[in-house]
């Protein structure tokens, strides 16, 4: 049985569900601490009273107008059925117990040292923690599978490691999370997040687009 990390939506938000990207001072994980808690992931991923919390990892490199975005299409038969072969933005998964229970865990919290193991297990690059910068959440009931997740969203910068932009996508699509992964330019994302409008007639999960109008 896997369990993942929850919360009751009515812990998360008392009142009405904001929806979209909401910026980082919009929620208070820390002062929601003791609402937390592990629960079967089967049983939440039907469950919309409750959120997975998710850290979400918007990777990029450059500056200014040289700006670009790292970006996969996920495998058609993609362990979340209902975002197979759809285009993302944004790596990450759940958080488990090993990540409240890693040596890690205390100094970075449970949040970004999920963000650290699943940034390595689905890309396969070592990335400082210097790197990421907290940018804000999403939350959408649009879909059924956004319905029961929460996004806390980082954005990486990459500028700093040795290697070049290919070698990071060799490195990347090695991987088992994505079918195959290229660097888009920031500055013309918000063309792409339609309907068919990604890479090869493709489309971006409904997440991505959120990402999307929220960052850039």
Do not use: C
Request: net charge negative; charged share 25%; hydrophobic share 40%.
């Amino acid at each position: 049985m896997r369990t993942i990390l929850v919360i009751e939506r009515k812990h998360l938000f008392p009142g009405l569900s904001p929806q979209g990207f909401l910026p980082p001072d919009a929620v208070d994980l820390d002062a929601l601490a003791r609402h937390l808690f592990f629960a079967e992931r089967r049983f939440m991923e039907e469950n919309s009273h409750y959120k997975q919390i998710i850290p979400y990892l918007v990777l990029q490199r450059g500056l200014g107008d040289q700006v670009r975005v790292l970006a996969y299409q996920r495998r058609t038969k993609h362990t979340e059925r209902r975002l197979g072969g759809l285009w993302s933005v944004g790596f990450g998964g759940h958080i488990e117990p090993l990540d409240r229970d890693a040596d890690q865990g205390a100094a970075l919290g449970v949040v970004e040292t999920a963000a650290v193991r699943e940034l390595q297990e689905e890309t396969g690059l070592a990335v400082a923690t210097d790197s990421f910068t907290p940018a804000g959440f999403i939350n959408s009931d649009r879909e059924d599978v956004s319905s029961v997740h929460f996004g806390v969203v980082y954005r990486v910068d990459l500028s700093a490691m040795a290697e070049d932009d290919e070698q990071i996508l060799t490195t990347v699509s090695a991987q088992a999370e994505p079918h195959r992964a290229a660097w888009l330019a920031a500055n013309q994302l918000s063309t792409m997040i339609g309907a068919r409008r990604a890479p090869d007639g493709g489309s971006f999960e409904d997440w991505s687009r959120i990402a999307v109008e929220g960052i850039f």
